[in-house]
């Protein structure tokens, strides 16, 4: 079962907008992961926030954690049409050794 | 290699053959994992290993899910007798210990099963 649920489905914007993606889960994790996923290709991880840390950045990336809320965001800043892709975070349970993977935000960036 | 390698990319068999998916994870990396994706969907968890060691097959649908890693390094993920339902992308990845770090995709096996 999957335990993250990404928030929107899917999104489109026009290039140089920011993109916010969302994701929930549901028990204690050691860490949260997001990874970006190109039409046909392969995954790739963008960037890890571990438990105790409530904010990450990675060049235009921007990544916060609430663990009360058991919440996740991604923030894309001045979007690109390279940015299109799909958007999955990834768990890390506290008890358990697997990632578990939402179902994903399509992000549709426009030029 | 540089990176995870999956063979073969694309795989069609037919309903009632075994199939054998081969990963081959970055060199050096303990753990090793086995991920299912269907069309829209992110991926699922299969099996895990860390070395030799399969520690956690709770993922595998079905007895005719199997998986090994008999040294440690190349994994081979094997379906008996497989059923048009099986039919999906499947992806290894790989990490350096555990899941305190990025794991790494390969670039996944897609099987059809007509």
């Known amino acids: 079962s999957q335990q993250g649920e990404e928030d929107p489905q899917a999104l489109s914007i026009q290039e140089g907008e920011n993109a916010t993606m969302n994701c929930s889960y549901k028990?204690?994790?050691?860490?949260l992961q997001w990874y970006r996923q190109n039409s046909g290709r392969g995954l790739v991880h963008l960037i890890l926030?571990?438990?105790?840390?409530r904010e990450k950045h990675s060049g235009r990336l921007r990544v916060t954690l609430d663990t009360s809320k058991k919440s996740s965001s991604l923030l894309i800043t001045a979007s690109r049409a390279a940015d299109t892709a799909s958007y999955f975070c990834?768990?890390?349970?506290?008890?358990?050794?697997?990632?578990?993977f939402g179902a994903g935000t399509i992000l549709r960036v426009k030029s | 290699g540089a990176g995870v390698s999956q063979s073969p990319r694309y795989k069609v068999t037919k309903r009632g053959q075994d199939v054998a998916l081969r990963c081959d994870p970055i060199?050096?990396?303990?753990?090793l994992y086995w991920y299912r994706q269907a069309l829209g969907q992110g991926p699922e968890f299969l099996t895990y290993?860390?070395?030799?060691?399969?520690?956690?097959k709770s993922g595998l649908p079905n007895d005719r899910f199997s998986a090994e890693r008999p040294e440690g390094s190349i994994s081979t993920l094997t379906i008996q007798r497989t059923e048009q339902r099986d039919s999906a992308m499947y992806r290894c990845?790989?990490?350096?210990?555990?899941?305190?770090?990025?794991?790494?995709f390969g670039q996944g096996t897609r099987l059809t099963v007509v």
């Open positions: 290993f860390n070395y030799e060691a399969q520690q956690d």
């Open positions: 926030i571990r438990s105790n840390e």
């Open positions: 060199s050096g990396h303990v753990s």
């Open positions: 990845a790989s990490s350096p210990a555990g899941l305190n770090t990025e794991a790494f």
């Open positions: 990834a768990t890390d349970p506290r008890y358990g050794n697997k990632l578990v």
């Open positions: 028990t204690s994790i050691n860490n």
